[in-house]
Structures are given as C-alpha cells and as structure tokens.
C-alpha cells in the first residue's frame, strides 16, 4: 500500500469516527434514521406513507421473493409477466408454481387478467438492453379487473436515471435497487 493510499484511509477512518455521537450525547435511534431515509425516499418518488410503505432486505430479489411468497397465489390467481424482465421477476414463476396459480408471459401489456388477483410484472427499463416500457401500463393493467389486477415494477435499470412520478402513476409494487440507486448493498419493494 503506498503512502497516499494509507493517509487517504486514515482521513477516512476519522471522519467515520467523527460522525458517531460521543459517549456522553444520546446516541440516534435506528429506528427514527430508517423511517427518516423511508420519507426522504418516497418523496424522491412524489408520494408518502399515506399511499405507499418500504421494505428493506439485503438485495432486490429478497424483496421480490418475499412478495411472491405474500402475494395470494392459487387456483384462478395469474402471474403475467413481461419476457423482457431480470431474473428476480423471473424467480416468482416457482412460487406461482407451488401455489397453484397460473402464468402467462406476454411481450406487451396483457388484455385480459386472472379470475381473481392477478400480478403483472414488468420493468419500466430493460435491465439488458435499455428499451423502454409505458408507465401508462399501470392504469391500463389495473383497470382490466379494478382492486384485483396488481402491477409490480422492477425499477432497477430505471430509477438511476429516470425520475418515477408516483402521484402520476400508481403501481401496486416497485421494486428497486439501493445498490444501483445510491452505491449501498439493499433492495426495497
């Protein structure tokens, strides 16, 4: 390690330390930084906790599979999802499967829905090649069959770039990447 390399660690290891209230001053509580960074990002996205919550997990697929195991899966319930969709979408198909409910992969905003609930999942942003896909989907998709055809978008291609406007458009789900978003290891739904 050369000498810049070092001095550059140290600043940055007093600054970390600095940062940390001292022993004498009451320490912040978790819990009021987390829903203080909950706030900070459903404003980012034009909304708040009135309309929409967050869930963390360590990685956007852990968000996605913990809808998938929530989401009420069975006969006459449909997952449609868009083909042009990231693996994390892709892996709820296997918890469709145990549940009993069917799939259906389509290639533009599906025309018709489950007999009950149903999940349409697409990305605004193609996680490979770019391409982008209507925020108009939504209101399309949930108007098909009102209170049961659900939309999840996977925001991770798109929100580093794009701003999403959730007073405009209202998805049942989003999905998204805090690594992509702001260079910390998390995904939240």
């Not at 605004?124 to 055809?149: A, R």
Request: glycine content about 6%; charged content about 20%; hydrophobic content about 35%.
């Amino acid at each position: 390690i050369c000498q810049s390399s070092v001095s550059r660690i140290e600043e940055y290891a007093n600054d970390l330390y600095s940062s940390y209230p001292s022993a004498s001053s009451p320490a912040p509580s978790i819990d009021l930084e987390i829903e203080s960074f909950r706030k900070d990002l459903l404003s980012l996205f034009h909304t708040d906790s009135s309309k929409y919550t967050i869930f963390f997990a360590e990685n956007t697929s852990s968000v996605l599979r913990s809808l998938g195991h929530a989401f009420p899966w069975g006969k006459g319930h449909k997952f449609i999802y868009n083909v042009d969709n990231h693996n994390s979408i892709l892996g709820i198909r296997q918890i469709v499967n145990k549940n009993k409910g069917e799939i259906d992969a389509v290639f533009d905003l599906p025309e018709s829905t489950g007999e009950s609930h149903s999940l349409f999942a697409y990305a605004p942003q193609s996680n490979f090649n770019g391409k982008k896909y209507p925020l108009e989907w939504i209101p399309k998709f949930q108007s098909l069959n009102p209170g049961f055809s659900h939309v999840l978008i996977d925001c991770a291609a798109y929100l580093p770039t794009c701003d999403l406007d959730l007073s405009t458009y209202s998805p049942d789900f989003v999905a998204f990447s805090l690594l992509k978003m702001f260079g910390v290891s998390g995904g939240a739904i």
